[in-house]
């Protein structure tokens, strides 16, 4: 009889993504398909949050990325956005111990003098008690969009050269890169989206020019540990060529 084998014993350890972003899509319909309110999907989507943060740091995965609010988001009903910034709160402060239980350090990215000053202290408090943990950064965009960071660090840079410290040629893609909201962060080889929608909606755009996409048709709050290993292994089956030909990459290894 053949071995009937969990997905996660597929997963070659020694070729994982380092860095995995998720955009975690799809809450409102979840909910609507069950005659609720749209927040009663975000509030479902934290177990979510919680299954993949553990099964990425349990595989070791170094960084993931979660999309939890864009800059375009604010445009939504306030109800909504008040009660997702509630819902920050209340789950930022719960989850410190589960994030110090598993070693995983909390880090954010984004505009974050724009969140509400409550969101922002439990934002810096619980960065601060999970700040010695070393198995895998989980990186929250809040109040975040590409075109953001990009245009942030086009002023960083350009106040660098104003001061005299920068000249023109010296700015190359290694120095934008260094300029972005947290510069150590690699760019993600995988990015996941959830809820059958094919956009990257304005997510890590300079680091994304070379990431794997996948998508699923999960919504957020039904997304489990074997929808992550099922990304991984998709993730692991495609070649990563960089613009290079398949010969170039067999013949020289890259
Ligand atoms: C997108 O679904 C989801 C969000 C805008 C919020 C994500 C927030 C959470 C999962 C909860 C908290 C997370 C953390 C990290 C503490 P949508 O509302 O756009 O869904 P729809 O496309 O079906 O309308």
Same mark, same amino acid.
């Given at each position: 009889?053949?071995?009937?084998?969990?997905?996660?014993?597929?997963?070659?350890?020694?070729?994982?993504?380092?860095?995995?972003?998720?955009?975690?899509?799809?809450?409102?319909?979840?909910?609507?398909?069950?005659?609720?309110?749209?927040?009663?999907?975000?509030?479902?989507?934290?177990?979510?949050?919680?299954?993949?943060?553990?099964?990425?740091?349990?595989?070791?995965?170094?960084?993931?990325?979660?999309?939890?609010?864009?800059?375009?988001?604010?445009?939504?009903?306030?109800?909504?956005?008040?009660?997702?910034?509630?819902?920050?709160?209340?789950?930022?402060?719960?989850?410190?111990?589960?994030?110090?239980?598993?070693?995983?350090?909390?880090?954010? !990215?984004?505009? %974050?003098?724009?969140?509400?000053?409550?969101? #922002?202290? =439990? $934002? &810096?408090?619980?960065? @601060? +008690?999970?700040?010695?943990?070393?198995?895998?950064?989980?990186?929250?965009?809040?109040?975040?969009?590409?075109?953001?960071?990009?245009?942030?660090? !086009?002023?960083? %840079?350009?106040?660098?050269?104003?001061?005299? #410290?920068? =000249? $023109? &040629?010296?700015?190359? @893609? +290694?120095?934008?890169?260094?300029?972005?909201?947290?510069?150590?962060?690699?760019?993600?080889?995988?990015?996941?989206?959830?809820?059958?929608?094919?956009?990257?909606?304005?997510?890590?755009?300079?680091?994304?020019?070379?990431? =794997? $996409?996948?998508?699923?048709?999960?919504?957020?709050?039904?997304?489990?540990?074997?929808?992550?290993?099922?990304?991984?292994?998709?993730?692991?089956?495609?070649?990563?060529?960089?613009?290079?030909?398949?010969?170039?990459?067999?013949?020289?290894?890259?």
């Amino acid at each position: 009889m053949m071995e009937n084998k969990n997905l996660i014993d597929t997963i070659d350890r020694t070729r994982l993504p380092k860095h995995i972003a998720i955009i975690m899509d799809g809450n409102g319909r979840w909910a609507q398909q069950r005659g609720e309110e749209r927040v009663f999907g975000h509030n479902s989507g934290v177990q979510s949050v919680r299954e993949t943060a553990e099964a990425a740091a349990e595989l070791g995965v170094k960084f993931i990325t979660l999309y939890a609010f864009s800059t375009e988001n604010w445009n939504r009903p306030k109800d909504e956005v008040d009660a997702l910034m509630q819902l920050l709160v209340v789950t930022i402060s719960n989850e410190v111990k589960t994030l110090n239980d598993n070693n995983i350090r909390l880090r954010v !990215i984004g505009n %974050i003098h724009c969140l509400d000053p409550q969101v #922002k202290k =439990e $934002l &810096e408090e619980a960065m @601060e +008690k999970t700040s010695g943990n070393t198995r895998m950064d989980m990186f929250l965009a809040l109040s975040y969009s590409g075109r953001w960071e990009i245009v942030d660090a !086009i002023k960083k %840079i350009v106040i660098q050269v104003k001061e005299g #410290k920068l =000249e $023109l &040629e010296q700015i190359n @893609e +290694k120095l934008v890169s260094a300029n972005m909201n947290a510069p150590d962060l690699p760019d993600p080889e995988l990015l996941i989206r959830t809820s059958g929608e094919y956009r990257t909606s304005n997510f890590l755009m300079w680091q994304t020019a070379y990431t =794997e $996409l996948f998508f699923s048709s999960k919504l957020w709050p039904d997304f489990r540990k074997d929808d992550l290993y099922e990304a991984i292994i998709d993730f692991q089956h495609r070649e990563r060529r960089f613009g290079k030909t398949s010969e170039q990459i067999i013949n020289c290894k890259g």
